[in-house]
Antibody, heavy 125, light 112 residues
Framework: EVQLVESGGGLVQPGRSLRLSCTAS????????MSWFRQAPGKGLEWVDF??????????EYAASVKNRFTISRDNSKSIAYLQMNSLKTEDTAVYYC????????????????WGQGTLVTVSS | DIVMTQTPLSSPVTLGQPASISCRSS???????????LSWLQQRPGQPPRLLIY???YRFSGVPDRFSGSGAGTDFTLKISRVEAEDVGVYYC?????????FGQGTKLEIK
């Protein structure tokens, strides 16, 4: 059974940093692309970033709203995906969801087939 | 970027009756590989989203067959043949044909 467990959320001041982790199990982690999505309170879903599978070199893509501030990475030996968030803004306040791609080994498209329960990040002074 | 527009934004439905949600994209969602990466997701209150339908009409594992997807190009539809109480929530269409992946605004399904 595919399981994704996020951790690392919490309250942080504007301008500070936070790192989220997503611990995966139930599949061969390196074979799938991973992505973070977020949902601000009472709002819709927003894609944040994406990291390709090992076969595609683990290359990354970012939403314009987080580019140059957020970094997605992965440790295939530990089955963990990370989201390093720097220079946080109040508008980054959201539940952050870790997802796994539906498709094995895709490189140019992403469908979030599996979702974690999410972790809340609150950016406030 | 592609813009995804869902209608209606709210849908009160009687239990046992059908429901339909439309999603329109600002440009064709046909990928260069010939597939159309249009998905539907359900988010029940207090829960994370859940994939229902992918590539327009393929039901994800465990999804009841009362859910169906159809469409092509830029116009897509999610249908629920007979609404049950557990179907209450917000439904999103999502395009994954090109980056960035984008969602519709969401349609809130509620029971009359």
């Amino acid at each position: 059974e595919v399981q994704l467990v996020e951790s690392g959320g919490g309250l942080v001041q504007p301008g500070r940093s936070l790192r989220l982790s997503c611990t995966a199990s139930g599949f061969t982690f390196g074979d799938y692309a991973m992505s973070w999505f977020r949902q601000a309170p009472g709002k819709g879903l927003e894609w944040v970033d994406f990291i390709r599978s090992k076969a595609y070199g683990g290359t990354t893509e970012y939403a314009a709203s987080v580019k140059n501030r957020f970094t997605i990475s992965r440790d295939n030996s530990k089955s963990i995906a990370y989201l390093q968030m720097n220079s946080l803004k109040t508008e980054d306040t959201a539940v952050y969801y870790c997802t796994r791609d539906l498709y094995y080994g895709s490189g140019s498209y992403y469908t979030p087939g599996y979702w974690g329960q999410g972790t809340l990040v609150t950016v406030s002074s | 970027d592609i813009v995804m527009t869902q209608t209606p934004l709210s849908s009160p439905v009687t239990l046992g009756q059908p429901a339909s949600i439309s999603c329109r994209s600002s440009q064709s969602l046909v990928h260069s590989d010939g597939n159309t990466y249009l998905s539907w997701l359900q988010q029940r209150p207090g829960q994370p989203p859940r994939l229902l339908i992918y590539k327009i009409s393929y039901r994800f594992s465990g999804v009841p067959d009362r859910f169906s997807g159809s469409g092509a190009g830029t116009d897509f539809t999610l249908k629920i043949s007979r609404v049950e109480a557990e179907d209450v929530g917000v439904y999103y269409c999502m395009q994954a044909t090109q980056f960035p992946p984008l969602f519709g605004q969401g349609t809130k399904l509620e029971i009359k």
